[in-house]
């Protein structure tokens, strides 16, 4: 077993002087456009993953928090849906730009509240700005269609649904926070509920957003706990609710809000995503695509991540070591340096659920091809080094379960129909790949798989207006596209007679 080392043996005692900066503020709600402490005065603590210290104190939001969001949200939804929809996407356009303007701050505060590697967080701020001008620039396909039914005029049209919630989680701060883009670009006054596990970002969003849309239309409100984010998708008034996060997340937002009223729902959650490589395949670029789909970058907390890699029999030992290989040259360290490949886990949670799926997967038989454990030469930070598992079975609880750490299992296989069978083996569907150079092969593999977001030759990226989603445990709808702009929208028959 090799662990990799924090380059030059040593971590920065102090976080960096100009995010010390960002961090001696006042942290505020949006709440009615105005920018203001939780109602019961109450606060709780960021602590940074990488410092292991308390970094700010934010309001901490609940139930009459909600109330008075969502009775904003509900006034100004009349307002907002007769503004024209080229209007409603201008004003998402200034968020963008604003956001454009903001982007290296906004990168920095999610780097030291969730220990994402700057690199990363600078990317997820370009990719938030290009998602919002994406819904945007899709405003006029809010439309419907006529229908030839009679002598009569048979039309659609799409309206807003009303008051939304997003709920997202933490493993891309900002980036999930400016999902807001698609329900204020179809005409819904929104509610965005960032994580408590990184939220200075999102409410630094809502302070450079305040300005920009009318009171109401959109709140951003956090608080420590469940009790917030139940409040908001129990509440009679909100229509429509966008999660991101776990598969047991999803079904208790599903049952509450069920209790409370019909409501839309749309669910991305977990995935345990294989990636199938076949002896013909180019093994290089196989074994950089299966780094690289783990995002080992973000320490594995993707829910689109290959963490199964299943390698025919023949050329799994070769293409192991190229993996290994490629691992072991990789940074680990401070992510606030910017050649850092890979920064900490974001809590002490989700840290002691790696460090015990590696557990859980040597005592199943399971053996530490690279990492199994912390960095050597780490003193502080919730690290977990890249750890890649030989030996596994697709029976095996590191096989089934979704850890959301960088741990990668590798599983062989002999043929087509038991790549197959081992692919479609678990309770998840989000994405998969398949890595061959026999393009019949290719698509019989994409048409097999059960999953949502298929690759072939490729790994993790997303692509604009391509659709994101899955099926089974990882949810229902689909987002990042035309068809999640639509999912905010209402559609209406409107019959005339003559």
């Known amino acids: ?16 002087a100009a995010v010390q900066d960002l961090l001696d503020h006042d942290w505020r709600l949006l709440i009615a456009g105005e920018l203001t402490q939780a109602a019961s005065g109450r606060t709780f603590d960021r602590v940074s993953p990488y410092t292991e210290s ?7 939001g609940d139930a009459d928090d909600v109330d008075a969001a969502v009775a904003a949200a509900y006034q100004a939804r009349g307002v907002w849906q007769d503004t024209p929809a080229t209007e409603r996407a ?50 006029l396909e809010l439309k419907g269609s006529t229908i030839p039914a009679s002598n009569g005029l048979h039309l659609t049209v799409r309206e807003p649904m009303g008051v ?20 204020l670009v179809a005409g819904n006054p929104t509610i965005l509920k960032p994580p408590e596990a990184a939220p200075l970002s999102a409410l630094r969003l809502a302070e450079l957003a305040a300005d920009i849309f009318p009171p109401g ?14 409040a908001l998708v129990r509440h009679r008034h909100v229509r429509r609710i966008g999660f991101i996060g776990s598969e047991p997340t999803g079904r208790a937002i599903q049952r509450a809000a069920a209790e409370t009223g019909v409501k839309e729902v749309s669910l991305e959650l977990g995935g ?57 040259a990789r940074r680990v360290g401070s992510p606030f340096e910017s050649a850092t490949e890979q920064g900490t886990m974001i809590n002490q949670t989700q840290y002691d659920k790696s460090l015990s799926y590696i557990d859980i997967a040597r005592t199943g038989g399971a053996e530490v091809a690279t990492g199994g454990g912390r960095p050597e030469g780490f ?47 678990v309770a998840f569907g989000l994405t998969a790949s398949v890595w061959t150079t026999d393009v019949n092969r290719a698509f019989r593999m994409a048409r097999a ?6 690759w072939i030759n490729g790994s993790s990226r997303h692509f604009p207006n391509v659709p994101f989603g899955g099926v089974k445990g990882s949810g229902i709808g689909r987002e990042e596209s035309l068809e999640e702009l639509l999912s905010y929208t209402e559609l209406k028959s409107i019959n005339v007679l003559f």
């Open 164 to 183: 939304v919630a997003r709920i997202v989680p933490y493993n891309h701060p900002l980036m999930f926070a400016c999902k807001i883009g698609a329900p």
């Open 54 to 60: 308390v970094i700010a104190r934010v309001p901490d």
């Open 379 to 425: 003193d502080r930070g919730l690290f977990v080094a890249p750890t890649v598992f030989t030996g596994v079975r697709p029976d095996m609880r590191i096989a089934q379960e979704e850890v959301f750490g960088p741990l990668l299992s590798v599983i062989s296989f002999d043929d087509e129909d038991e790549a197959v069978k081992i692919a479609n083996g």
């Open 90 to 139: 201008q004003l998402v356009r200034r968020l963008a730009d604003v956001i454009e303007a903001h982007g290296e701050e906004l990168a920095l505060l999610d780097t030291v509240d969730a220990g994402s590697p700057i690199s990363n967080s600078r990317t997820d701020v370009s990719v938030a700005v290009a998602q919002l001008r994406m819904f945007a620039g899709q405003a």
């Open 449 to 454: 798989f059960e999953a949502g977001f298929v």
């Open 217 to 230: 239309v959109l709140s951003v409100i956090v608080g420590n706990g469940p009790t917030l984010p139940d």
């Open 1 to 16: 077993m090799t662990s990799n080392r924090a380059d030059e043996g040593s971590q920065p005692d102090l976080i960096p």
């Open 272 to 328: 345990k995503n294989a990636m199938v490589v076949f002896s013909d395949a180019d093994l290089d670029a196989a074994a950089e695509g299966a780094v690289f789909g783990m995002n080992f970058t973000w320490s594995g907390q993707s829910c689109g991540s290959n963490s199964r890699l299943l390698v025919q029999r023949e050329v799994h030992d070769e293409l192991v070591q190229r993996i290994v290989r490629i691992i072991e």
